[in-house]
């Protein structure tokens, strides 16, 4: 079975490619009745589909899963057990998923890009949520210790009152981009050309 556009995608960090290739290979393969429940990458397909935030189609892979791979394959079930903390919002809980599993070195930087990614998104999340919050809870969805949600938090502006271990959140102003109509253009241009003649 011919794995390199997957293995190009993961060389190249192209991370947000590897649940369609997956798909794909694995429909090829299916049509042509080729048997590849043995040596399939599961751990590195529920990891795409987790990647792209698509938990639906890592719930229907899981399910797609012989038994005899969940139980033989422990980066299988590592894999998934992100994807069941993703379904029930257990914001720590995937960071703990994330943490407690030795990754296969194809899987590890698939890995630390999507907490990455996974953090930046419950910072946005926290930010466009909450004025004042408390440093625990930031940690708690930050997936860090309170000094390293503190430091975290300090770095992007947000203000830390110590004596009530809250942080005051700073919004980020909102540039919205002004869309240049060629007929608001014209009309100012015949304005201004009225104006001067």
């Known amino acids: ?11 190249a960090k192209s ?3 590897i649940a369609d290739i997956c798909d794909e290979l694995m429909l090829q393969v299916t049509s042509q009745g080729i048997a590849y429940q043995e040596e399939w990458p599961y751990a590195i397909h529920l990891l795409g589909h987790i990647y792209v935030k698509d938990i639906n189609s890592a719930r229907f892979l899981w399910k797609l899963i012989p ?8 980066e299988v079930v590592a894999a998934w057990k992100i994807g069941q903390q993703l379904w029930l919002r257990d914001y720590a809980g995937v960071y ?14 698939l890995v630390n890009s ?23 809870d930031t940690a708690l969805f930050l997936g860090m210790s309170e000094e390293d949600a503190t430091n975290y938090a300090a770095e992007q502006g947000w203000l830390v009152d110590s004596a009530s271990g809250m942080l005051i959140v ?5 540039v919205k981009e002004q869309k240049l109509d060629h007929t608001k253009l014209q009309r100012l241009t015949e304005y201004v ?4 003649h």
Do not use: C
């Not at 998104?121 to 949520?129: H, V």
């Open 1 to 11: 079975m011919d794995f390199s556009p997957l293995k190009e995608a993961i060389e």
């Open 15 to 17: 991370y947000e490619k």
């Open 67 to 74: 038994s005899n791979v969940k139980e033989n394959q422990l």
């Open 96 to 109: 703990e998923a994330i943490r407690v599993f030795n990754w296969s070195p194809e899987a590890q930087g």
């Open 114 to 136: 999507f907490s990455e990614i996974y953090t930046n998104r419950m910072f946005q999340l926290l930010l466009s949520a909450y004025s004042t919050i408390s440093i625990k």
């Open 170 to 174: 700073k919004k980020q102003h909102v």
């Open 193 to 196: 050309f009225h104006l001067e």
